[in-house]
């Protein structure tokens, strides 16, 4: 059987179809794609790192969290279409990128000559969510990340699963902003055998979406303690809540 006839088998057990409006016969349409980059809003956001207000996590987000990116992180994450790790790769890149290369009110050595490359240091998922989907998706789509070209401000980087469940947490989708922060609080560490290679070290916390911004502080958090000399977040998008007043702008 050729190429092309295991492809036309595919598409009819696995029906092709647009990951956002569901239009037949492509992937990702066109008219979706359109809409996608008008989301494109690149800007720093900032949260509070574990209960310590006066320290704050600038995260670097690709655009807003809504209609067709929302339907697209959905499915890629939740129903199995890693093949949009293509679409999603790049936007996330572009956030890694701005977190390593200066912009903003910390310029970075990032690409000063022998500078040591930043971590990247993705979200690490729970064992109840890598059962029910099968995988870390975002171990891939960082891998994939890491592939794109990068401007030249962009210091070395180096991909650390550092992070670790230290306990059992619940799942966060139907919690509010305060029930986040307890049910995450103290629940991540750095594992045993990457503790050295973190200390003094300049790190990124990578995750597709940040909401209420709790996981990515209690990421900072862990770094941190663990001896991270500094630490910035990276992510495809933000939702909506936080590019109101006060709460993001976009980057020089």
Known sequence: MSRFDLR?????????????????GTRWCTRCDRALRRLARP???EVPVGVSTWRTLPVWAWGAYAAPLDSVVTAWKDDGRRDLS??????????????????????????????????????????????????????GLLAQALTEPAPATTGALRLVPALTHQRVVVDQSRL??????????GAMGVGARW?????GRRCVVVDDVVTTGATLSEAARA???????????????ATPRRFGPGSGRPPP
């Open 176 to 185: 509010g902003t305060e029930r986040r922060r307890e049910n995450l609080s």
């Open 223 to 237: 770094l941190l303690e663990a001896g991270a000399s500094d630490v910035e977040a990276a992510v495809i998008a």
């Open 8 to 24: 036309a088998l595919f598409d009819l057990v696995v029906p092709l179809e647009c990951a956002a409006c569901r239009h037949p």
């Open 195 to 199: 503790l050295g290679c973190v200390e």
């Open 86 to 139: 293509r679409l999603l790769a790049p936007l996330l890149a572009q956030s890694i990128h701005r977190a390593t290369d200066g912009s903003g009110d910390r310029p970075t050595s990032g690409s000063a000559p022998g500078a040591r490359p930043w971590l990247l240091v993705p979200v690490p998922s729970s064992r109840a969510s890598v059962r029910r989907r099968g995988d870390a998706p975002l171990m």
């Open 43 to 45: 800007a720093r956001v």
